[in-house]
Nanobody, 121 residues
């Protein structure tokens, strides 16, 4: 019913930039919070940034000042602009969105398949 498709990952040198995109599609009634999480090898998945429908944002301390989250609510799309990337940013990045569908009417969390970000020289 709902599909989240991420793009924009890849290999970048330290200090470089990447921009991740996530588009939600399906029988969407409404979308509340959208965000990004990441999981590095051997570590638990962690929150990176979120943005709610009103535009308020929240960031992990480790990415504040370097990453910027934004969204287009009409297009159910969220972006993550990542600047000044560090090797410790290497992880699989997952898009997450809280969405209500025409079928369920109640919001539920949906995840994308993940996109690899590797920061290395």
């Amino acid at each position: 019913q709902v599909r989240l498709v991420e793009s924009g990952g890849g290999l970048v040198q330290p200090g470089g930039s990447l921009r991740l995109s996530c588009a939600a599609s399906g029988t969407i009634l409404s979308t509340d919070a959208m965000g990004w999480h990441r999981q590095a090898p051997g570590k638990p998945r962690e929150l990176v940034a979120t943005i709610i429908s009103g535009g308020n944002t929240n960031y992990a301390d480790s990415v504040k000042g370097r990453f910027t989250i934004s969204r287009d609510s009409a297009k159910n799309t969220v972006w993550l602009q990542m600047n000044s990337l560090k090797p410790e940013d290497t992880a699989v990045y997952y898009c997450k969105a809280r969405i209500a569908t025409f079928q369920t009417l109640k919001p539920a969390d949906y995840w994308g398949q993940g996109t690899q970000v590797t920061v290395s020289s």
